[in-house]
């Protein structure tokens, strides 16, 4: 566990083997839950990374959305329709009719 506690310090992700990942997967799972990431190796090569999934925000504050809103590009509406009509299906056939 010591082993672990000093290698989630260090400021570059850090490196675990195949084995190691096998034998304290509770441990490392706990450590990718709380935000670290880790690069998995096998005989010495990466092979993959355990990272943290990123948690989504279910609220947006009204003073958060009016500033980015004003970051936002402006939309050309004729540039938008155009877009939309290139886009969408003009068939307007029943789709449940066989």
Do not use: W
Not at 34 to 50: A, C, K, M, N, Y
């Amino acid at each position: 566990m010591a082993r672990l506690a000093t290698v989630v310090g260090m400021s570059a992700q850090p490196e675990i083997t195949q084995r190691d990942l096998r034998n304290r997967s509770r441990e490392i799972m706990d450590a990718v839950q709380s935000g670290q990431s880790f690069t998995v190796t096998r005989d010495g090569h990466p092979i993959g990374q355990l990272v943290p999934l990123r948690r989504r925000r279910r609220f947006v504050s009204r003073r958060e959305f009016a500033a980015m809103s004003k970051a936002a590009p402006d939309i050309d509406i004729d540039t938008f329709r155009a877009d939309q009509d290139a886009t969408a299906d003009t068939c307007l056939d029943d789709p449940y009719a066989r």
